[in-house]
């Protein structure tokens, strides 16, 4: 495969523009964590309320202890490595029992064994306590000894898109139509700046890979439900097919240049 085959796959999935986002401000982290020895300085933290997939009707909570900061918004189950993140995620149930881990580092994650979290207040707002362990994850030694305090945001940042997704979710629907159609000039309408650049720097033959793997990756029968609208980014709620089986997906698109582009797809059947 060549170096730069799906450059701009690539670029879609990790462009991140920093200048715009709504960072989450609630809550505060301290303590340590070591990767083999490696000092990793965890300071932010943030706290979701979710559906508990093991028990109906009720509520989990996703808590995530992040080195950077992350747009609350686009916390979810995955780790933050869009953001060059090293964090851990615990997921409560509203018997203060983990069920979840994962460990975020080296460029990927890993879910692990749970484990005990103290916690001295659990809402209805605030969530604070601490959480340690000695464990090995992809074969490394990782140690954590953190506390934490989070408030659970009264509302989301932002404001809401209506079923279509207005301009973003045109722009969305506009970008699927020019992948499927493989013409290459009106794909390239549809990038940003820097996108373009790293595009136009391929040989003629790997721009042409690229866009078939888009095409092949591309949804079918597409439907943007709705989504959320935070300064220049919007985040769009997706139904669609994918190889002929329902899909869902979330896309988050920036607006610069005057234009809305695509920067990243996750898809779940």
């Not at 000092?39 to 989990?60: K, L, N, S, Y």
């Not at 064994?113 to 959480?131: A, I, M, N």
């Not at 989504?227 to 190889?243: F, H, K, P, S, W």
Request: overall charge negative; glycine content about 10%.
């Amino acid at each position: 495969m060549a170096r730069n085959l799906l450059w701009l796959t690539a670029a879609l999935i990790c462009s991140l523009s920093t200048g715009t986002a709504t960072w989450a401000q609630n809550g505060w982290a301290e303590g340590s964590f070591t990767v083999d020895g490696e000092m990793i300085t965890i300071e932010h933290i943030t706290v979701h309320e979710q559906e508990d997939p093991f028990e109906e009707g009720q509520t989990a909570y996703l808590l995530t202890l992040s080195e950077q900061k992350i747009p609350y918004v686009e916390v979810d189950d995955m780790c933050p490595g869009e953001y060059g993140n090293r964090a851990i995620q615990l997921k409560v149930d509203q018997n203060r029992e983990i069920f979840m881990t994962n460990y975020c580092f080296q460029g990927g994650n890993s879910s692990g064994e749970t484990f005990v979290v103290t916690f001295e207040s659990f809402g209805p707002q605030e969530y604070s306590g601490s959480v340690a362990a000695e464990l090995e994850v992809f074969d490394s030694k990782v140690a954590f000894d953190l506390r934490f305090s989070a408030l659970l945001p009264e509302e989301l940042p932002g404001e809401l898109l209506p079923a279509g997704g207005g301009e973003p979710g045109a722009a969305y629907l506009a970008w699927t139509a020019a992948v499927k159609s493989g013409d290459l000039e009106r794909i390239k309408a549809l990038l940003s700046p820097d996108q373009l650049e790293g595009f136009d720097a391929l040989p003629a033959e790997e721009q042409e890979e690229n866009v078939e793997f888009l095409q092949m990756m591309a949804p079918n029968e597409v439907e943007v439900l709705g989504g959320r609208l935070v300064d220049d980014i919007a985040y769009l709620e997706i139904r669609a097919t994918m190889e002929g089986e329902p899909a869902s997906g979330e896309v988050k698109l920036e607006h610069g240049g005057g234009i809305w582009v695509v920067v990243s797809e996750s898809w779940s059947n």
